[in-house]
């Protein structure tokens, strides 16, 4: 089974400019998460979708974004890029997020850089 | 609000043991994850504990105190190739996994 697969792995931007993550969750897997992830706050959530409906939202401002398809694939959008949105943004999926014990799968992740 | 606690650094040598420590205060608990990450690669799972007690899985084990809001991740037989970052993450409410900033640890020989 092919494992959780996240295109561009590696991104340069400039201030000001937009980005386009996307996200191929398991076959099978309906949940898809999304984190970011810099040296100093490790992990932090973005946002889940669960057959094409945000569940849950992290703390973030309006200028991220995200969406599921049909076919469970994630995008996430990133508009008005900061210097302070490098990062590596990981995808991670799952079968059920509504049961208690619920794996999730990360992806590779796309280093983010922000010029 | 919501906070996980986990020492930034370790380190230890090889063959020996350690135990990660992780607290934590959110509001709602699902259970408690552990995910090693190495270097460059993305975070892979290794224990799931929702009940108290010691959950053991090979030279790994992992330990949760509900009451005082408390896990550890315990290593043993350390090995070079578990060199990396472990996190620890706590399932919320809303189902919502809440991860710490996570435990660097080298193993030296």
């Known amino acids: 089974k092919a494992g959780v697969t996240q295109t561009p792995r590696y991104l340069i931007k400039t201030r000001g400019q937009q980005v386009t993550l996307s996200c191929s969750p398991i076959s099978g897997h309906r949940s898809v998460s999304w984190y970011q992830q810099t040296p100093g706050q490790g992990l932090q959530f973005l946002f889940e979708?669960?057959?094409?409906?945000?569940?849950n939202k992290g703390n973030f401002p309006g200028r991220f974004s995200g969406r599921q398809f049909s076919n469970s694939r994630s995008e996430m959008n990133v508009s008005t890029l900061e210097l302070g949105d490098s990062a590596l943004y990981l995808c991670?999926?799952?079968?059920?997020?509504?049961?208690?014990?619920?794996?999730?799968?990360f992806g590779p992740g796309t280093r983010l850089t922000v010029l | 609000g919501q906070n996980i606690d986990q020492p930034t650094e370790m380190t230890a040598t090889e063959g020996a043991i350690v135990q990660i420590n992780c607290t934590y205060q959110t509001s709602g608990f699902n259970g408690l994850f552990w995910y090693q990450q190495h270097a460059g690669e993305a975070p892979t799972f290794l224990s799931y504990n929702v009940l108290d007690g010691l959950e053991e899985k090979g030279r790994f084990s992992s330990f949760l105190s509900r009451s005082k809001g408390y896990s550890y991740l315990l290593l043993k037989e350390l090995q070079m190739k578990d060199s990396a970052s472990y996190l620890c993450?706590?399932?919320?409410?809303?189902?919502?996994?809440?991860f710490g900033a996570g435990t660097r640890l080298a193993v030296h020989p």
């Open positions: 993450a706590v399932k919320g409410g809303y189902n919502k996994l809440i």
């Open positions: 979708y669960f057959s094409e409906t945000q569940r």
């Open positions: 991670a999926s799952s079968l059920d997020p509504g049961a208690a014990y619920n794996e999730q799968f």
